[in-house]
């Protein structure tokens, strides 16, 4: 069955019926209680749209990213290339195989697609900022509740398709003073005004878990003596005027806010991180991602789950306009985003200047190379068949997330 959130239900009858609010309610209410304790408020909804013959997915067409629900088949959508994983082979006891996978983007939400096995040659025809078709996918939940698209062998990916038009993505944009708790697919946009050093902690490289040092050997629980590897966090301050937040950058994000690869972050453990510092203050940076409550210092955090280093001013100016035209043709207009609009253009200038006269020999960097693509090492790699088959890499960073919150939280600063 189609997981749909009870809301959705609810508005379809809405849609279809001349039912009120509280008439609907009323009848969900009524069909809970007579079935008490066998079925959830959902399914309740559901089976009272089917008595009101009211068909919950009729032509579902093509779809938006945030209307894919669990259970959907011969999904359709349409979408931009953001993230595209390296493709990973992997065994467990009861099958073997290939897993590729990427993530798309649309108006209004992101999404990730998994090709299996032969599938996964598709990846190899994809590149970031590529519009891409969907067309027979079967939408799951995963185990941490996500909906994920998978690709069978029915399923087609069509690159660039005939008339499809650029794709604005991103999450949904926020001030950073609006940012509540377990916030999920913000986008932020704002300056990097505070990096601190990135923290270093040992991990078993076998199964990627905090190790202990014991008489000055590395011990895992699991595996015993071994030689560590590292994961680290990068913790830094992002400001947008109307507030700032702390942002931790785990592994893979901090990779694409530093353009380095692991070992190249690896090797900052014991020198100077001062002119990389540096080099981060005052730039402009975009963060799609989740906010979090850090319940040891009671307050909310950012963890990014896209890192976007040279977000593209035009796009900004166009997103303004909309915004100015959204704005106008619901209500009176306040005058609050063309301020903003001209304080982008200020700030895009002033970046100019800086990088023109800091850099003169350095190119700015192509558009292209906005997202970069994964770029898994090999100890990655073995820790995440661990972890599970798909979620690889964000597993890896909740994996991180979880050890360092449980054991350090205290020394991060
Ligand atoms: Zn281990």
């Known amino acids: 069955m189609i997981k749909v959130p009870v809301e959705i239900i609810f508005d379809k009858i809405k849609q279809k019926t001349n039912l009120s609010d509280a008439d609907i309610k009323v009848k969900i209410k009524k069909k809970l209680d007579q079935l ?75 999404i990730r697609i998994l090709a299996w096995n032969d599938k996964s040659q598709i990846l190899e025809k994809l590149k970031p900022e590529q519009i891409v078709k969907i067309e027979n996918g079967y939408a799951r939940e995963n185990n941490r509740g996500k909906t994920e698209v998978h690709l069978g062998d029915r399923s087609k990916v069509l690159v660039n398709p005939a008339g499809a038009k650029d794709i604005q993505t991103g999450g949904r944009r926020k001030n950073i003073s609006g940012l509540q708790e377990n916030e999920d697919n913000v986008e932020l946009l704002g300056t990097i005004v505070q990096v601190f050093d ?133 209500k009176p207009m306040e005058g609050s985003v063309e301020e903003e609009k001209e304080d982008y253009r200020e700030e895009v200038d002033e970046e100019q200047v800086v990088s023109s006269t800091e850099e003169n020999n350095v190119p700015r960097a192509e558009k292209t190379d906005k997202i970069e693509p994964q770029q898994a090492s090999d100890d990655e790699e073995e820790s995440s068949t661990n972890t599970d088959e798909d979620e690889a890499e964000e597993a890896q960073d909740n994996l991180d997330e979880e050890i360092l919150s449980l054991e350090d939280l205290e020394s991060l600063e």
């Open 36 to 110: 008490s304790g066998l079925i959830s408020e959902e399914g309740a909804a559901h089976i009272v749209a089917n008595e009101l013959g009211v068909k919950l997915f009729e032509d579902i067409g093509q779809l938006q990213i945030k209307n894919i629900l669990p259970g959907m088949r011969n999904v359709e959508v349409l979408g931009k290339v953001l993230r595209i994983y390296d493709i990973r082979e992997f065994e467990t006891e009861n099958r073997k195989g290939k897993l590729g996978s990427f993530v798309i983007g649309d108006e209004t939400g992101v």
């Open 198 to 330: 990135p923290r270093y902690f040992e991990i078993c490289p076998e199964c990627g878990k905090r190790v202990r040092e014991k008489e000055g050997k590395w011990v895992c629980d699991t595996h015993k003596e071994i030689v560590p590897s590292y994961a680290y966090v990068l913790n830094l301050f992002l400001d947008d005027g109307t507030d700032n937040i702390r942002v931790v950058l785990w592994r893979n994000q901090a990779q694409r806010l530093l353009q380095k690869t692991d070992e190249e972050i690896v090797d900052y453990k014991d020198k100077s991180f001062e002119e990389i510092k540096n080099e981060l203050l005052g730039k402009i940076v975009k963060f799609v991602g989740r906010t979090s409550k850090n319940e040891m210092f009671g307050r909310i955090e950012f963890i990014p789950q896209i890192v976007i280093v040279n977000p593209d001013p035009e796009e900004e100016i166009r997103r303004l306009d909309e915004e100015v035209k959204k704005v106008i043709q619901e």
